[in-house]
């Protein structure tokens, strides 16, 4: 156990570097940050001199190193417009995406786990092909026309329920079903087969050969062995979460990180948005590790081999 | 029985495919008006059947006039191009990677499988975004790197797969008679992962065409004006206070397409693969 925890460390420590590397190598070598920042009639004494005091003018290495040590210490540059510190910024917008995703994860969840055990109980059943099909339907949605029909809907049509901004309960109505609608069909439809495994299984049948009440066989036998899957699920759709995060953001102009990036990004904010990008990956990161040792945890039978082979 | 409903849904999944594709092929003369024609005497008409609405505009028009199903209907041609495109890119990427990983193991499959990590631990759609903003926008550019930010779900799954064949008698076999690496993959493992590939490939078409709208409805994807779903979505957005169709359409026209797609390639991985059912879609969770 004590094993594995090190060698996913050291792994998900690879990880943060890869990520370091393509981010750096994108917005420093794929693009250019100096052309973008000047006007296009820039003589290039101006491109040198900017390039000075960015500090781009050395070496790629050495700027990579720089910029290593500097996010490990959390430092990722000023923001080039407000000269804010960009972890500042980020930090500042960080409560309101957690706030989002807490909420869509709860939505999300809420709506799925119940139908997916449901319609594992009842398969084949009516609910459970109304399931199915909602679930197909709801894949094939694009979340940010959602979120646009929503606010048509509850803020225009109804005025009901505020179209953008955060701030009361009611502001957050919109976007966390917006986003939780994101996240359910699919773990609804692995909620679903994760059941449908562990019913299968020859406890459940003994268990139900000696009589044991349908209640306590899926709550406490059935329910409980299913836990193994669900948790893998969560974890795995934290980064599918963030990147609907970063869509239900933009769509109902919620003061978060992601929204915060997409701006940076069309601004070539590339402090920000070096910053976002690694910080939002790292939380992925994280969440998989977490998820990674929860799952050895639940299940003593995975170890190393086993779990990677 | 079962079954027999999961043909319907690739039946139905087909027809509208098909329908996409009829529309993309055939949009010059299904077309009831120019794309690109405006008329300011005619912006904003509503659908038909709300007050003020006519036929000769049947989802009525945009602030500059332009007719909204005509665009729709060439907004097919954007979206069915650039998810098929993408897909191809990413697919030939993944699989690439996917069957050396596989086939030869060590520091090539070390090397691979970080990166697939590394990839898979990137919100994707900032990655794809920061990518275009600094590549810049363009339909060639989006392409590229929907294509190469998309590699990493193929290469997952094509490398367990190769791995699994590796080991089996007739690669063996193929290796024992002398055969040269490239040919046993080309020859003898690769088309054993075509049904899984194809069933793949057809379900991301789906989620590129999703990516591929969300871009452009940020305006970092296919520029004005050239009608494409996601910017017609994007401009929409701007009058969905006070004109609701001009973002309702585009939008469904893109939730029907996609959910055609994933019914088709769904059905299509029950008919070649029934066993498969569960990997794949563990899969496609990324």
């Not at chain 2, 050239?226 to 939008?251: D, N, Q």
Request: hydrophobic share 55%; aromatic share 8%; charged share 15%.
């Amino acid at each position: 156990m004590q094993v594995y925890v090190v060698h996913r460390l050291f792994q998900a420590l690879f990880v943060c570097l890869g990520i370091s590397l393509i981010t750096f190598l994108l917005l420093h070598v794929v693009g250019n940050p100096v052309l973008l920042l000047l006007p296009q009639d820039a003589s290039d004494a101006d491109v040198a001199l900017l390039k000075e005091k960015l500090g781009l003018a050395r070496p790629l290495w050495a700027q990579y190193l720089s910029f290593l040590s500097d996010a490990a210490r959390g430092d990722f540059g000023q923001s080039l417009f407000t000269q804010e510190s960009a972890l500042g910024l980020i930090l500042e917008r960080m409560p309101a995406t957690l706030e989002l995703t807490l909420a869509g994860m709860i939505v999300g969840l809420g709506i799925a786990i119940p139908l997916g055990v449901i319609s594992a109980i009842r398969r084949g059943s009516l609910t459970d092909r109304l399931c199915t099909v909602g679930a197909v339907a709801g894949q094939a949605m694009p979340i940010f026309w959602l979120g646009i029909m929503l606010i048509i809907l509850f803020a225009v049509k109804f005025r009901v329920l505020p179209a953008s901004g955060r701030g009361t309960l009611w502001h957050l109505i919109l976007p966390a079903i917006t986003l939780g609608a994101y996240l359910a069909p699919l773990t609804m439809r692995l909620t679903r087969s994760g059941m449908l495994d562990v019913l299968t299984q020859d406890y459940i049948r003994t268990a139900r050969a000696k009589g044991v009440a349908e209640r306590v066989l899926l709550f406490k036998h059935a329910l409980r062995n299913a836990a193994i899957p669900i948790v893998t699920i969560l974890g795995v759709q934290f980064g599918r979460l963030l990147g609907g995060a970063v869509v239900t953001e933009t769509v109902f102009a919620w003061p978060g990180v992601a929204s915060l990036a997409v701006k940076a990004i069309r601004t070539y904010d590339y402090p920000v948005v070096q910053g976002a990008v690694v910080l939002l990956a790292l939380l992925i990161v994280v969440a998989n590790l977490l998820t990674d040792i929860a799952i050895t945890y639940l299940d003593p039978r995975i170890r190393l081999g086993k779990a990677h082979g | 029985m079962g079954s027999l409903r999961r043909l319907r849904f690739l039946a139905v999944g087909a027809s509208i495919v098909l329908l996409a594709v009829l529309c993309a092929v055939l949009a010059p003369w299904l077309a009831p008006h120019d794309p690109y024609l405006q008329a300011v005497s005619v912006r904003l008409i509503p659908p038909v059947w709300d007050a003020g609405g006519t036929w000769r505009h049947p989802l009525g028009t945009d602030p500059l006039g332009r007719d909204l199903l005509s665009r729709i209907i060439y907004g097919a041609q954007v979206s069915i191009s650039a998810g098929a495109l993408a897909v191809l890119v990413a697919m030939t990427l993944g699989v690439l990677m996917g069957l050396l990983a596989g086939y030869y193991g060590g520091g090539v499959d070390a090397i691979i499988s970080n990166l697939v990590n590394v990839m898979l631990a990137f919100p994707f759609l900032l990655l794809a975004l920061a990518a275009i903003a600094v590549v810049g926008p363009s339909f060639g550019n989006m392409i590229v790197v929907l294509g190469v930010t998309g590699w990493p779900v193929y290469t997952r799954v094509v490398r367990a797969e190769t791995l699994k064949y590796r080991e089996r008698e007739f690669v063996q076999a193929a290796r024992a008679l002398g055969l040269g690496s490239s040919r046993i993959i080309w020859a003898h493992v690769l088309p054993n992962l075509v049904n899984t590939i194809i069933v793949m490939a057809s379900l991301e078409v789906a989620r590129m065409i999703i990516l591929e709208s969300f871009l452009s409805f940020l305006g970092l994807g296919i520029q004005p004006p050239i009608p494409s779903w996601g910017a017609m979505l994007g401009e929409g957005r701007v009058y969905m206070l006070t004109h609701w169709w001009l973002a309702a359409f585009p939008g469904l026209a893109i939730f029907v397409t996609t959910l055609g797609i994933n019914l088709f390639g769904d059905g299509l991985r029950d008919v070649l693969d029934p066993h498969r059912v569960l990997t794949a879609a563990a899969a496609r969770t990324e």
